[in-house]
């Protein structure tokens, strides 16, 4: 295979798009750019094809750049700010509207940081009066933004990173006083007004929003049930706009443009080149319609390259048309590098390659029935290795529902979305062509419960998901690779088999306790685990739009062997409910008068039980609290293994605090600092009696209460003490050994050096 153009130009900006991302966004540019520069003029007199390729470097590292300065600065968090912009997505939410906002003029406070390079902001609009925001309209607001941030925790889902990658330079709430104001109604959109159409058909709201998703790209208009359905069976792909649409729409242009040559020209029909231009127009115009949004383009660019290789005059090979495709979506767009959905898509059309590289093509039914059912089996494990890389989950249906919901979904769903747009200017006709697709989709969904129940999605433990991936790799490469000994085949499956019993272990090592204290925000969630026991303290905060940090730390199906809530308060026991609905818990405790919506025993002083070789010891409440607040019934827990002792207050005030004093084996090991560091708590006296090593604040990022307090961070310091806070260090780790010091790290790098 020649070198060409293209592979040069991928590699280029690949190279500028790693450099740009490993700067960071406060990496100092300028030197690389005078290097850079200086390497340009020093290339451009040897040869300008090495000049080129630089540029294109320079590029990646410019938009990757350029991407860091369109955040929020840090001076603006929690300031308000007015903002006027260009409405370009709605959500409906539990609490009223998500809003996706293109900026135009950002004005902030005197003497704080300028925002005149903020671009596109998330905001939520709190039960918002009418008119509503609609989707093309300009509007002029008062927002509380923050720069974009997620939390820290394990394994988990980094949605920092997801806003970085989507353009996103901030996320915060839209002010009620003074009142937003709609500036101008939004302009004709041939997108959105299509939308509004769809909306007035007689069809289900499950049909309607579907429609919008399949053939508008209207994926926000799924709920969230949609969208854990569609994950679960793996079929995320068939209602984004994809190649499979954007082909569906080529295919389908070229069919009728190439029937018509073959009428108006019947002696030359084969050599005509306009119905490949038709196609590739077609497929252009579909992705301007769905919003050019980057899947879309990226869908475009690939069915456009696709149909030049298949036209087969002065057309690039397979593997040269893969090269100009990646090229061209990585040049345009250098962010998507950071995209999953970009290698996913791109990495199933090599392997397609590969798999059919040198083999005849199908003929007849027969043939291409085959055909969909090889590329679907040999397909399956290296998709199911690649997402399992990506996203840490694989559903274990996906390659047998695939198998029929895709011909399902190309051959007839999709086409019968887009008959329905072809036959609105007929009466009665686009309702009969939907009338059909709601039915088809009634099954489609049904069938899709149905597998989601029997074959639920599936998160291995951290642990087995790189040997199972590597293990899937292996089977596809040989059952996929031509001229692969056939011995080798069952000998791949046998080893995938024995991953599930290889040695590894995620549970803490012999004796160990591993105590993470996570990263929710203004709230609590600790777990401790041993060899034999799970156990939570706290399940975390449950927010106003109904999002609760505890589901995204773990998939359903969890076992706890305790979960003790320290009290009823809604950052300490939001989570409460999603842990009831998704995962087994043997034993509750809280405090006796907490209303706690589960069957629990009681938290009082002088329980305590003994598991792995740890001491658990309850040292308040005690019995008859029943004028006191909510706080001051705060369980405290002291967990001890050998000479090491971790203390967690919950919420308790200093006058429980001075009552514990008596209790305390000092120095304290490590010490949950009381109500996430409030100055109600964390008294002089018991900071001086606990005499911490080290101290955890479970707060969040500039929340309202401006936890922790200074004179609070003050009282430990003075006392010596490693002071550490989710807020800034994400989820917080102790390892705790009989024979061994403390361990202790956070997710987002620091040290106890650091820290102390």
């Known amino acids: ?57 320079c590029w990646g590292v410019v938009a990757i750049q350029s991407q860091w300065a369109r955040q929020l600065p840090p001076g603006l968090s929690g300031v308000d700010v007015r903002v006027e912009g260009r409405i370009t997505h709605t959500q409906p939410t539990s609490s009223g509207l998500r809003l996706l906002v293109e900026v135009e003029r950002c004005e902030a406070p005197d003497l704080r940081p300028s925002c005149e390079r903020l671009q596109r902001v998330r905001v939520s609009a709190y039960d918002p009066e009418p008119p509503l925001p609609k989707p093309g309209e300009r509007w002029a607001m008062t927002l509380r933004l923050r720069p974009p941030n997620g939390f820290m925790n394990p394994d988990a889902f980094d949605y920092a990173h997801w806003l970085w990658r989507e353009g996103i330079g901030a996320t915060g709430y839209v002010r009620q006083e003074p009142s ?34 399949l053939t508008l790209g209207l994926g926000d208009q799924l709920t969230q049930d949609d969208w854990k359905l569609l994950n679960a069976s793996g079929t995320t792909h068939l209602v984004v706009i994809s190649g499979l649409h954007v082909g569906l729409v080529a295919s389908f242009v070229l069919l009728l443009a190439r029937g018509a040559a073959r009428w108006l020209t019947p002696g030359s029909w084969r050599l005509r080149a306009w119905p490949w231009w038709l196609a590739g127009s077609a497929a252009f115009g579909y992705a301007v319609l769905a919003g050019m949004e980057p899947p879309a383009m990226r869908a475009m660019i690939m069915s456009v390259v696709g149909l030049w290789v298949l036209s087969g005059r002065h057309a690039p090979g397979p593997w040269q048309g893969w090269w100009l495709a990646l090229a061209a979506v990585l040049v345009s767009d250098p962010v998507a590098l950071w995209q999953p959905g970009l290698w996913l898509s791109f990495v199933a059309v090599a392997w397609l390659i590969i798999i059919w590289q040198g083999r005849p093509r199908p003929q007849g039914l027969r043939g291409w029935c085959w055909a969909v059912l090889r590329s679907q089996c040999l397909l399956a494990p290296l998709m199911a290795a690649v997402v399992l890389i990506a996203f840490g989950r694989v559903a274990p249906a996906a390659p047998l529902i695939n198998l029929v919901a895709v011909p399902f979904m190309s051959l007839f769903m999709v086409p019968l979305a887009l008959l329905g747009w072809l036959l609105t200017p007929v009466p009665y006709a686009s309702t009969a062509a939907w009338w059909l697709f709601e039915q088809g989709l009634g099954g489609f969904y049904s069938a899709l419960e149905v597998a989601v129940v029997h074959w639920p999605l599936w998160e291995p433990p951290r642990y087995l998901q790189l040997p199972w991936a590597l293990g899937l790799l292996v089977v596809a490469l040989c059952w996929g690779l031509p001229g692969t000994a056939r011995w080798l085949k069952p000998v791949a499956l046998i080893i995938v088999m024995w991953v599930p019993f290889g040695p590894a272990s995620s549970r803490p090592a012999g004796d160990d306790l591993l105590i993470t204290v996570y990263d929710v925000g203004q709230g609590q969630l600790i777990e401790l685990r041993s060899a034999h026991q799970r156990m939570l303290v706290d399940t975390g905060p449950r927010y106003r739009s109904g999002f609760m940090p505890l589901e995204t730390l773990w998939p359903p199906g969890q076992h706890f062997d305790q979960v003790l809530v320290s009290h009823s308060d809604s950052d300490h026991a939001g989570g409460v409910q999603a842990l009831r609905d998704q995962h087994q818990v043997d034993e509750w405790r809280a405090p006796a008068q907490e209303p706690i919506a589960v069957q629990r025993l009681d938290c009082q002083r002088g329980d305590e039980w003994l598991r792995d070789g740890v001491h658990y010891r309850v040292l308040w409440p005690i019995a008859g609290l029943g004028d006191a607040s909510s706080n001051d019934r705060s369980c405290v827990l002291s967990v001890q293994m050998g000479q090491q002792q971790v203390l967690i207050t919950g919420d308790a005030g200093r006058q429980v605090e001075r009552r514990l004093i008596g209790d305390l084996r000092s120095p304290v090991t490590a010490l949950v600092a009381g109500h996430h560091g409030s100055a109600s708590s964390s008294g002089l006296q018991f900071v001086r009696a606990a005499k911490a090593r080290h101290v955890i604040f479970s707060a969040g990022r500039d929340n309202p209460f401006g936890h922790p307090h200074d004179d609070v961070v003050r009282r430990f310091r003075e006392q010596g003490s490693c002071l550490w806070n989710t807020a800034q260090d994400g989820a917080v780790q102790l ?22």
């Open 1 to 57: 295979m020649r070198i060409g153009v293209a592979i040069p130009v991928a590699v280029a900006v690949l190279a500028g798009a790693v450099l740009g991302c490993w700067l960071g966004p406060a990496g100092n540019t300028l030197p690389v750019t005078a290097a850079l520069a200086s390497l340009l003029l020093v290339l451009a007199t040897v040869r300008l094809r090495y000049c080129l390729w630089l540029a294109i470097v």
């Open 180 to 213: 937003a104001q709609r500036l101008t109604a939004a302009p004709f959109s041939l997108r959105h007004h299509a939308h509004a159409m769809l909306e007035e058909q007689p069809l289900s709201p499950r049909t309607r929003r579907w429609l919008a998703a």
């Open 735 to 756: 390892r705790l050994s009989p024979d061994a010091p403390l361990e202790i790290n956070s997710l987002r790098g620091s040290t106890p050096r650091q820290r102390c």
